[in-house]
């Protein structure tokens, strides 16, 4: 049985097991140090304290081993200069702190010469890892795909790494394949059926037809590639950091091995869309006999769903053994500019590791912070339940604004002045960005002013409305960044999604977790989430402030509002 290990770590006991590692050769921004100092310093007001961060340059992706997780990230040691990127590496008890390890994928040999990018690993029978990477033959970005293994398995920390010669590259693209090139990237963790075959996708594209190739193996040495691709989808483009995985049914929290088949579980595919930079996924059903995957509701469509709706791209997850769940990783980049990004001297941060399971309609994917980030919370700061006016805003105080962890729920009673739904709004981005938090309606704008200045000068607001279309309530969930900072040259996009819920009979809720330049929002106990990057000059620091907030004509109920400051991680 093969298990998923991915993106920012891999878990693997006693199992077979697999590890992904997340591209981040889709953005090239230069990065430099990190500062060790118990907060960042005031020259660097937008270095993050909870979320990982390499040192410098830019991040990859993660596994599991003898109860250490590993996170590895790609890195360019020649810092401004070019030269074939590389995996730094750090590990880490618990998926919050983390220490480094030295740097490997290294060019060896000709199958990674110009550099190593994005890869998974699987734990082989023996509990052997393995690593399946890309590899770069050629200044102009041949694609090859190869195989790596640790030099001493006695080591949990797995320091060393080398390419067995012999057999590299494992994967690559020949006149009989056809396959192109310069699009042939991002292996997937590995599976195994009852046939004893490992499969493996690759990222590809023909013309703008993106897919997800599949490769079969016996020996996870020996590839031969099937006759078709797993799924693929016309006009989508390239496909980026593919994941394949099973699920639970019926909103079962418990995390289901990357190997399992059968009528307990559906099936998520996922695709990292290299030409919108979105992540979008489906739920549907594996065919085993044909090798192939059938979407519930379609692919790319109205119906189509993203992990995050924000700044949120080349994801993966893994199945965690020694917590039996499956954990989602991200990578947010900047919304600064290039140049900003040289100045601070580095690029990127990964999201908060979340546990992910399938809701009990099998419609959607519900995520939220694993549990470990909890450990870095101060005293709690509660506000009783009281009545928020319209046109108010109530301020949290007691805590480190820039550095927190903030729930807030929210119960309906008035409806006599919610607005009505145009159908014609289908877009929710769109909507938020007309509708943004200073546009006053019926039931909304309210929410949560985050990374706000003392005179609301500049804040970041993550809200809800709630609009009454033909037999039902529709609620839709925005974060708003046009008012982030007053530096005009950041990207100030404002993000939106419908959130499926009953405002009614559920409420409505809110969880933020903020970090001097990140605002992650899980909205509906996780059922929709947005991550924004926001770069406040005067909101920073202990001049940021927290407030609630109500925008709307009605007048909604604070059933529950619990603030934490956090502590910095410690990752070196």
């Given amino acids: 049985m093969a298990s998923s290990l991915s993106f920012l770590l891999l878990s693997l006991i006693l199992c077979y097991g697999v590890v992904h590692l997340k591209a981040s050769h889709v953005y090239n921004h230069l990065q430099s140090s990190m500062s060790s100092s118990i907060s960042p310093p005031a020259n660097e007001p937008y270095r993050t304290a909870y979320h990982f961060q390499p040192v410098k340059n830019w991040i990859n992706g993660p596994m599991l081993y003898k109860g250490i997780y590993h996170l590895f990230y790609q890195y360019n040691p020649n810092g401004t200069a070019w030269g074939p990127p590389v ?19 290294r060019p060896e040999i000709p199958a990674n010469h110009y550099g190593s990018w994005s890869g998974s690993a699987t734990i082989l029978p023996g509990n052997k890892p393995a690593i399946l990477f890309t590899g770069i033959i050629n200044p102009q970005n041949g694609q090859v795909q190869d195989l790596a293994l640790p030099k001493d398995l006695n080591d949990p920390y797995l320091k060393e790494w080398y390419l067995p010669t012999k057999n590299n590259p494992v994967m690559f693209p020949t006149p009989q ?32 037809r993106g897919m997800a190739l599949m490769f079969r193996s016996k020996d996870f040495v020996n590839w031969v590639q099937a006759k078709h691709p797993l799924y693929s989808y016309p006009k989508s483009g390239m496909w980026e950091c593919p994941d394949f995985y099973p699920v639970f049914k019926h909103g079962k929290i418990m995390g289901a091995e990357t190997s399992s088949i059968g009528s307990l579980v559906k099936h ?65 980049n900047e919304s600064s500019t290039a140049a900003d990004d040289v100045m601070k001297g580095w690029s990127g941060i990964h999201n908060t590791p979340r546990t992910i399971w399938l809701d009990k309609y099998n419609r959607q994917l519900i995520q939220w912070p694993i549990p470990e980030i909890e450990s870095l919370r101060g005293k709690p700061v509660k506000l009783p339940r009281r009545e928020i006016k319209g046109r108010s805003t109530i301020e949290v105080t007691g805590i480190t604004a820039v550095q927190a962890d903030v729930s807030i729920s929210f119960k309906i009673k008035d409806l006599t002045k919610v607005e009505k739904f145009d159908e014609k709004w289908t877009d929710p981005q769109l909507l938020c960005s007309l509708k943004g938090a200073t ?36 609620v839709l969930m925005c974060s708003d960044q046009s008012r982030s900072s007053q530096n005009p040259t950041t990207d100030k996009t404002t993000y939106g999604t419908f959130v499926d819920v009953d405002p009614i009979a559920e409420g409505l809720s809110l969880r933020a977790l903020i970090d001097h330049s990140v605002v992650e929002s899980f909205g509906g106990r996780g059922k929709s989430v947005i991550t924004a990057r926001a770069y406040p000059t005067l909101a920073t620091f ?15 109920e604070i059933t529950e509002l619990t603030a934490w400051s956090m502590k910095k991680a410690k990752i070196e």
């Fill in 542 to 556: 202990k001049n940021a402030h927290l407030f609630a907030f109500n925008y709307g004509s009605s007048s909604v």
């Fill in 87 to 105: 995996w730094g590496h750090s590990t880490s008890t618990d998926m919050v702190n983390w220490s480094p390890q030295p740097l490997t994928m």
């Fill in 439 to 474: 546009v006053k309606g019926g039931l909304g704008p309210f929410g949560l002013l985050t990374l706000a200045s003392k005179g609301l000068e500049e804040y970041t607001a993550v809200f809800f409305r709630v609009y009454k279309a033909h037999k039902k309530l529709v």
């Fill in 268 to 332: 998520v595919l996922k695709a990292s869309l290299d030409d919108t930079k979105h992540d979008i996924y489906a739920i549907g059903s594996y065919d085993t006999k044909r090798d192939a995957y059938v979407p519930d509701v379609g692919f790319m469509n109205a119906s189509s769903l993203r992990y995050d709706y924000g700044k949120f791209y080349a994801s993966k997850t893994f199945f965690d053994y020694s917590k039996n769940r499956r954990i989602l990783l991200g990578w947010a």
């Fill in 177 to 208: 394949n056809e396959i192109n090139a310069s699009s042939f990237r991002d292996p997937t963790t590995a599976w195994m059926l009852p046939d004893g075959k490992w499969r493996v996708l690759v990222g590809n594209k023909r013309a703008t």
